[in-house]
Structure formats: C-alpha cells, structure tokens
C-alpha cells in the first residue's frame, strides 16, 4: 500500500469546517483513499473512501486532486465529539487487500 | 445494536498467564481483522480471518500468539505466556463479503503484570 503523509496535529473552531490534508504521491491507479478516526483509545470509525470523484456522506465530504497524489477531508461543521486522530490510508479495494496500514495520522483538537 | 462486539474490554493478566480475546463480527459480516494498537502508536495489522481459514497471518508474532475463526461462535486471539510487552488495546474488526470497509469494536485493553 502507498504511503500517506499527515501533519501531525490541527486546531479547528467549533462550527467551522475541518480541512485535514493527506499526502499520497506514490499512489497507484488502482487503490482507494481511506479515511478513519479513532476517538480518544475507542476503536477506529470509518469515514469515507474514494478513487478519484470527490465523495460526500452524512459525516464528511473527500476532495481528490486530479492527479490524485493528495486529498481533503471536510468536515463541514466541526463539533467538540470530532476531536479524534483522524487517518488517511491508501489501499487496494479487494478481495486479500487485508489490512488497513494505520500511520500516525493527524490529531484534530476542536476548540470550544 | 449489531456492532461489532469484543470482550472482555479490560483484562489482566500476569506474566506467563494465556489471555484470550474474544470478537463477535458484525451480523451477516464474514472477515474479521485483529490489530494491536501500543501506547501512543498507531494500530498495527495482526491477522486476517474469514471463517474456519485464516487468510494472512503475516503481522502475527511469530511465538505465543494465535487466532482463530470457527464456524460457530466469536473468534478468538489468544495469547499465551504473557509478557509485559504484550500489554496494548487489541482491537477486531470486521466486514461483509465483497464490502471492504472494516468496521472495529471497541477493543480490549490487555494490562500484564
């Protein structure tokens, strides 16, 4: 799997929109942007994922660049229960890509 | 609510005890994934498990350390001979078939003294 590279910390006002920046230049054409958050030692929630179409669900929007050797997560409204370490993981998306390679992600602090 | 489930969530143990961890998949769910997580570390990749096969044990540790899935019933991780070193969260997650996102318990917190 391709490595990220995550700043590892950010400040966010609460209400305003979280931009988390990844970096994934050596990224393949076949693997998925993955984006998880552990909050304070619980197990790892999932976000989103996507190839190369920017993304949006119920909890955040994903923004690939065109050469998709970066990406964006959003959160639009950020709250106090998003301060969490948030992880980008760059994986295949199949059957035997096992494992999620956890780095050491960006740790979000939403401040009241 | 059918999560995944892991229990216990605290166990301790002492040096040279076997520690079992038990983790339900979510329902209909077939994979399971066992990752231990250090103190202020990220999780790393132990197992891989589809049911009665393990299918890539590759950040197993070589010794003491086992997994397995049956075909009825949670799997499990066991640990024997604990050492310090083994103290850590060891989280399970699981997924659906031709669904690749993992979705994680809430971990079980192995403390040996």
């Known amino acids: 799997d391709a490595k990220t590279t995550q700043p590892p910390s950010m400040d966010c006002a609460e209400g305003r929109a979280a931009n988390l920046p990844c970096n994934h230049s050596?990224?393949?054409?076949?693997?998925?942007v993955y984006w998880y958050r552990q909050i304070h030692s619980q197990g790892p929630q999932y976000i989103i994922h996507g190839l190369k179409n920017n993304e949006t669900n119920e909890m955040a929007s994903l923004i690939i660049t065109e050469d998709r050797k970066s990406s964006t997560l959003i959160l639009p409204h950020a709250t106090l229960r998003d301060t969490a370490v948030y992880y980008c993981?760059?994986?295949?998306?199949?059957?035997?890509?096992?494992?999620?390679?956890f780095g050491t992600g960006t740790r979000l602090t939403v401040i009241p | 609510n059918a999560g995944v489930m892991q229990n216990p969530r605290h166990l301790v143990r002492r040096r040279g005890q076997e520690a079992r961890l038990r983790c339900s998949p979510m329902?209909?769910?077939?994979?399971v994934y066992w990752y231990r997580q250090l103190p202020e570390e990220g999780l790393k990749f132990m197992v891989y498990l589809q049911k009665e096969n393990i299918i890539d044990e590759s950040g197993m540790p070589k010794e003491r350390f086992s997994a397995e899935f049956p075909k009825e019933g949670p799997s499990i991780l066991r640990i024997q001979q604990v050492v310090r070193g083994d103290s850590a969260a060891y989280f399970c997650a699981s997924s659906g078939q031709g669904s690749y996102e993992q979705y994680f318990g809430p971990g079980t917190r192995l403390t040996v003294t």
């Open positions: 329902k209909g769910h077939s994979h």
């Open positions: 993981i760059v994986r295949l998306y199949q059957t035997g890509a096992n494992n999620l390679f």
């Open positions: 050596t990224i393949s054409g076949n693997e998925y």
